[in-house]
């Protein structure tokens, strides 16, 4: 049974860090894609980033986020990890770890900015950023 369990969210104040961490279990998932989506109160759930395997070549980020977020892997531990810095209150959300089976490389940068392209999800952590 896979599981994905997403940790490190909290009540920070504008400009602050946090790490968020999301172990993987059930299985090798050294070559899957491994994301971030954020919900943010009233609205749909949105992609943040995305990163497959180690392969530094295969990471996107949200516009929104770009410079200030760094995602990254720890195949050993089947690990993702989101390194937020100066975060500011528009960060505030529920995120979402999510895992992509998906193999083919055809149009992945498109594709894995999509929920539904992904299998497995977390069950989210909150993300609360004051001004």
């Known amino acids: 049974q896979v599981q994905l369990v997403g940790s490190g969210g909290g009540l920070v104040q504008a400009g602050a860090s946090l790490r968020l961490s999301c172990p993987a279990s059930?299985?090798?998932?050294?070559?899957?894609?491994m994301g971030w989506f954020a919900r943010a109160p009233g609205k749909e759930r949105g992609f943040v980033a995305a990163?497959?395997?180690?392969?530094?070549?295969?990471?996107v980020y949200a516009d929104s986020i770009k410079g200030r977020f760094t995602i990254s892997r720890l195949n050993a531990k089947n690990t993702v990890n989101l390194q937020m810095n100066n975060l500011k209150p528009d960060d505030t959300a529920f995120y979402y770890c999510?895992?992509?089976?998906?193999?083919?490389?055809?149009?992945?940068?498109?594709?894995?900015?999509?929920?539904?392209?992904?299998?497995?999800w977390g069950q989210g952590t909150q993300v609360t950023v004051s001004s």
């Open positions: 999510a895992l992509d089976s998906r193999k083919a490389l055809s149009a992945w940068a498109t594709s894995v900015r999509t929920p539904n392209e992904y299998d497995y």
């Open positions: 059930g299985g090798d998932f050294g070559s899957w894609t």
């Open positions: 990163i497959r395997g180690t392969d530094r070549r295969h990471i």
